[in-house]
């Protein structure tokens, strides 16, 4: 489905990335982990088409990656909502740029309001609303667009802990529902591990893949946090990230 080959990036004199290389079958759910700097989101905005590397390429079911398409949505940490614009109107924006016809996208962004539990706000504005409904939101509208591959840029943390969790669960969900492929970019080892059916620990100076590791956690994972393959998974993954600090 995702195929990164032989990807640098390089901004100035200084490589952000070096020589990355990943496939991603469809409608996995794949993390990428990382402390700060280490080039998870510049691979993210590559991948989704909004950046450009240096060398290397980049192929969604087979199709060169040369710029953002209606294969991928992107959600981000901020949300990336138009303060301006409804509920409704925000979600439908993706699909009113491509030119679907009101009644139609209409009928598609009201299941997906629905489907991450905001029906009944449709005519509020961004303001109006916390920041958990707004990540719903900003959900929603990616889903919207039927993208066959998902990039999620640390979605969940400007929320606190509890909305967080629930927000993963909501996700989670969706997504048994949905099986689209996800490429979820988090700092947090225990987000990681609930969400992922594989785990990409990403090294930093420059960024490369340190570890690929599959979780082996049942779905749904309900009870999967207190369970010994969970803490096994925790262990071993907060190991690679403290080999890369001490490196």
Same mark, same amino acid.
């Given at each position: 489905?995702?195929?990164?080959?032989?990807? &640098?990036?390089?901004?100035?004199?200084?490589?952000?990335?070096?020589?990355?290389?990943?496939? !991603?079958?469809?409608?996995?759910?794949?993390?990428?982990?990382?402390?700060?700097?280490?080039?998870?989101?510049?691979?993210?905005?590559?991948?989704?088409?909004? @950046?450009?590397?240096?060398?290397?390429?980049?192929? *969604?079911?087979?199709?060169?990656? #040369?710029?953002?398409?209606?294969?991928? #949505?992107?959600?981000?940490?901020?949300? +990336?909502?138009?303060?301006?614009?409804? *509920?409704?109107?925000?979600?439908?924006?993706?699909?009113?740029?491509?030119?679907?016809?009101?009644?139609?996208?209409?009928?598609?962004?009201?299941?997906?309001?629905?489907?991450?539990?905001?029906?009944?706000?449709?005519?509020?504005?961004?303001?109006?609303? &916390?920041? +958990?409904?707004?990540?719903? *939101?900003?959900?929603?509208?990616?889903? #919207?667009?039927?993208?066959?591959?998902?990039?999620?840029?640390?979605?969940?943390?400007? *929320?606190?802990?509890? @909305?967080?969790?629930?927000?993963?669960?909501?996700?989670?969900?969706?997504?048994?529902?949905?099986?689209?492929?996800?490429?979820?970019?988090?700092? &947090?080892?225990?987000?990681?591990?609930?969400?992922?059916?594989?785990?990409? !620990?990403?090294?930093?100076?420059? +960024?490369?893949?340190?570890?690929?590791?599959?979780?082996?956690?049942?779905?749904?994972? &309900?009870?999967?946090?207190? #369970?010994?393959?969970?803490?096994?998974?925790?262990?071993?993954?907060?190991?690679?990230?403290?080999?890369?600090?001490?490196?």
């Amino acid at each position: 489905m995702l195929d990164v080959a032989n990807l &640098s990036m390089r901004f100035g004199g200084n490589t952000v990335l070096h020589d990355i290389a990943m496939h !991603v079958p469809a409608h996995q759910f794949v993390c990428l982990l990382g402390a700060s700097g280490c080039g998870k989101t510049t691979l993210l905005r590559i991948v989704a088409g909004l @950046t450009t590397p240096t060398a290397g390429r980049i192929a *969604v079911d087979g199709r060169l990656v #040369s710029g953002p398409g209606q294969d991928r #949505s992107m959600v981000f940490q901020n949300y +990336g909502l138009l303060p301006w614009r409804t *509920v409704m109107g925000n979600v439908e924006f993706g699909l009113e740029v491509r030119g679907v016809p009101r009644a139609e996208r209409r009928t598609i962004c009201q299941r997906h309001i629905a489907r991450v539990g905001l029906a009944g706000f449709e005519d509020h504005y961004p303001h109006q609303i &916390s920041g +958990g409904m707004q990540q719903r *939101v900003a959900l929603a509208r990616a889903f #919207s667009k039927g993208p066959k591959l998902l990039l999620m840029d640390e979605p969940f943390a400007a *929320v606190d802990a509890q @909305t967080r969790e629930m927000l993963q669960e909501e996700l989670l969900r969706i997504w048994m529902d949905i099986r689209v492929t996800v490429l979820f970019v988090t700092h &947090s080892i225990d987000e990681a591990i609930y969400l992922g059916d594989r785990v990409v !620990v990403m090294g930093a100076r420059p +960024g490369h893949i340190r570890a690929d590791v599959l979780t082996g956690l049942e779905r749904p994972r &309900s009870g999967a946090r207190g #369970s010994e393959r969970f803490d096994a998974l925790r262990h071993e993954l907060r190991g690679f990230l403290r080999e890369e600090v001490a490196a």
